[in-house]
């Protein structure tokens, strides 16, 4: 085997221990998510401890993520198509970290509720309901990073904005409940902040499907809204 061979096959494994690592990172993040969801729907003390738990693990494949990335691009000075899928991977671990954030903060705001004896949270199912697409989102972009597949990313993109139609829907009921009853008025703000976290998780599921189709097509469709037809051709 020459050199050059060598050095490929290297290149292309350091590539698959990224890609591999982001991939479990993001199956942590997702169990992180759907635990908070739980805690929040049940006020289960584990599943809450789950998630908090779980943060410096999501922190740590960040910071090790960013570090082979670093040392892929100072090594190996990628091409064109393989220096798109390192900076992607790059924007994808901080959405995922940003995520676990989220997760976190549903944790400690349901763990609050639970703590001052609410037996009654307004809008719970709703709340839920909205959390579960999110992770469900998630999921499915995960996925279509691993797969690479710009089509199901796509979707996921224009998805985001049920999860934005849903919170607005949430917080208007959620108004309406304080002001007919305003010792509600407490525990009502804490799920506006689960509310608001669950709508940020799509956000960032949206971030991560807009560098899926950067990596498969060099397309740049953040802040624009690009046809499907402005992502053919351009692999």
Do not use: C
Not at 9 to 23: G, M
Not at 46 to 56: F, G, K, N
Not at 207 to 213: R, S, W
């Amino acid at each position: 085997m020459s050199n050059s061979e060598h050095t490929s096959k290297q290149f292309d494994a350091d590539l698959e221990d990224i890609r591999s690592r982001v991939l479990q990172m993001g199956g942590l993040v997702e169990a992180q998510l759907m635990a908070a969801i739980e805690g929040f729907s049940s006020g289960g003390e584990a599943v809450i401890d789950q998630v908090l738990t779980a943060e410096p693990r999501v922190n740590s494949y960040e910071k090790e993520i960013d570090d082979a990335i670093v040392h892929v691009v100072a090594r190996r000075q990628p091409a064109a198509s393989d220096l798109r899928l390192i900076m992607g991977v790059s924007k994808i671990v901080t959405d995922l970290e940003r995520i676990g954030d989220e997760a976190e903060k549903i944790a400690r705001m349901a763990r609050q509720i639970y703590a001052r004896g609410a037996l009654t949270i307004p809008r719970s199912i709703d709340v839920r309901q909205t959390g579960n697409k999110a992770a469900m989102m998630l999921r499915r972009v995960l996925d279509a990073m691993a797969r690479l597949d710009a089509g199901e990313a796509e979707k996921i993109i224009a998805e985001d904005k049920l999860i934005d139609t849903e919170f607005r829907g949430i917080m208007r009921q959620l108004i309406t409940y304080m002001m007919e009853d305003p010792r509600t008025i407490t525990t009502a703000l804490d799920i506006v902040w689960i509310a608001k976290a669950i709508e940020r998780v799509g956000d960032h599921a949206k971030n991560i499907a807009e560098q899926v189709i950067y990596i498969v097509h060099g397309t740049d469709v953040r802040h624009t809204a690009a046809p499907p037809a402005a992502l053919q051709g351009n692999a």
